[in-house]
């Protein structure tokens, strides 16, 4: 991705967050508490090129149904999903310039793609049960918007093509997981 797209994107992010902050400052109560928990990224270097793996996987998954003439191209070409993880400054300094709550603590930990994995380490000793459950994960979230899209009949195909990647990925990569934020306010007065 281009610095220039990723700058787009970083600004998109921004002017997204604290609509969102200004919105779940008119639903709450004063006092009232949310917890928010969302993918993030460990460099505070927006160009650092930490990837995304878990989605460039989906893009390559969608792209072998192209090459496979299970779906048009055309159809792939007008799809688009952008995808922003910020990183703990970022949000940091948007929920500080909202000046809309308080935060009681924001915290970056690493979380295992597979969500029944529980291990520490960075190695996955069943990489088809772990492809399948991470496809399974993602499914369960992407699945309105491609079906709303693509249509209901590739599902099964493309995230039998996504597990299978995940695997391969597994096999070859050491990237095994990815940043979680938590964060946690408090609204203001």
């Known amino acids: 991705m281009s610095p220039l797209v990723v700058k787009l994107f970083q600004q998109q992010f921004q002017k997204d967050f604290s609509l969102f902050l200004k919105l779940r400052y008119e639903?709450?109560?004063?006092?009232?508490?949310i917890i928010l928990t969302f993918i993030g990224r460990k460099n505070e270097d927006v160009f650092s090129g930490e990837p995304n793996h878990f989605y460039g996987l989906l893009a390559q998954s969608l792209q072998s149904l192209v090459d496979e003439d299970l779906l048009e191209k055309e159809k792939l070409d007008s799809f688009y999903l952008p995808n922003?993880?910020?990183?703990?400054?970022?949000?940091?300094?948007?929920?500080?310039?909202?000046?809309?709550?308080?935060?009681?603590?924001?915290?970056?930990?690493?979380?295992?793609?597979?969500?029944?994995?529980?291990?520490?380490?960075?190695?996955?000793?069943d990489?088809?049960?772990?492809?399948?459950?991470?496809?399974?994960?993602?499914?369960a979230v992407m699945e309105p918007l491609i079906a709303s899209h693509?249509?209901?009949?590739?599902?099964?195909?493309?995230?039998?093509?996504?597990?299978?990647?995940?695997?391969?990925?597994?096999?070859?990569e050491k990237i095994t997981k990815h940043a979680v934020i938590v964060l946690s306010m408090k609204k203001e007065n």
């Open 27 to 33: 639903e709450l109560v004063f006092g009232g508490q």
């Open 84 to 125: 922003y993880s910020p990183s703990v400054g970022e949000v940091v300094a948007i929920v500080e310039q909202s000046g809309l709550f308080n935060m009681n603590h924001i915290k970056l930990f690493e979380t295992n793609w597979d969500p029944y994995n529980d291990s520490e380490s960075d190695v996955v000793h």
């Open 150 to 172: 693509f249509g209901e009949t590739i599902l099964d195909t493309l995230f039998k093509e996504y597990a299978q990647r995940v695997a391969k990925h597994f096999e070859k």
């Open 127 to 139: 990489s088809v049960r772990s492809g399948l459950n991470v496809a399974k994960c993602l499914r």
